[in-house]
């Protein structure tokens, strides 16, 4: 999606070892979330920030963590990967849930084994 | 916890039939509400953004309407074609600017 870059798109990864993908956007939008996505719970919210260093947790962030040091860098780290983060990773963007809604990146497909 | 449902979970239609998707939540204090579509494999593309003050909103084929006192939204599809088969996803907006996003309707046009 124009603006908003993910990366990898693809991972495989070992049980146990932490992994980073990393959420790019040149739109300078103020809020930033990683979402996961899986059949039967729908997307669910990782975390999200509303500004440079400023994070918050969303309903399923244990087991993650994440940081923002520049506006068009968000970036989400599984500290120990786990079979059960097998999942497929979205980033959004978002000037404002009042405002414009979300943009969102292609998503990176990780899978642990 | 805002619970966001989307109901049929699965539609199957012949082209050239309108079509109504539903999503209903349980939470009535919204700022918005928004449609998107979602290919397989793909991610999310919005459609429509109605607003807590909105009743409806327009694009091309595309009208959602919103009823935030009963807690439901409606996509509704005009003259479906098969490119609109995809996956269509409703999503809540709160305070605190998350979404809270309902399993999806995957839909289905049969040419």
């Known amino acids: 999606d124009a603006g908003i870059t993910q990366s990898p798109r693809h991972k495989v990864t070992e049980t146990g070892t932490p992994v980073t993908l990393r959420c790019h956007q040149t739109e300078n939008h103020r809020y930033m979330y990683w979402y996961r996505q899986d059949p039967g719970h729908g997307l669910r919210l990782i975390h999200y920030s509303y500004g440079v260093k400023d994070t918050d947790k969303g309903e399923v962030s244990d087991g993650y963590s994440v940081s923002r040091s520049k506006t068009e860098d968000f970036l989400l780290t599984l500290e120990s990967a786990t079979s059960s983060q097998t999942s497929v990773y979205f980033c959004?963007?978002?000037?404002?849930?009042?405002?414009?809604?979300?943009?969102f990146g292609s998503g990176t497909r990780l899978t642990v084994v | 916890k805002q619970e966001v449902t989307q109901i049929p979970a699965a539609l199957s239609v012949p082209e050239g039939e309108n079509l109504v998707l539903n999503c209903s939540f349980t939470?009535?204090?919204?700022?918005?509400l928004q449609w998107f579509r979602q290919d397989p494999g793909k991610g999310l593309t919005s459609l429509l953004l109605?607003?807590?003050?909105?009743r409806e909103q327009t694009s091309g084929r595309l009208n959602a309407s919103l009823d935030k006192s009963s807690g439901r939204s409606t996509l509704y599809i005009a003259a479906s074609q098969p490119g609109d088969s995809a996956t269509y996803l409703c999503a809540v907006g709160n305070t605190g600017n998350q979404f809270y996003f309902g399993t999806g309707t995957s839909l289905t046009v049969i040419p």
């Open positions: 939470d009535s204090a919204i700022y918005n």
């Open positions: 109605i607003q807590s003050s909105q």
């Open positions: 959004a963007i978002s000037k404002g849930a009042d405002e414009r809604g979300y943009t």
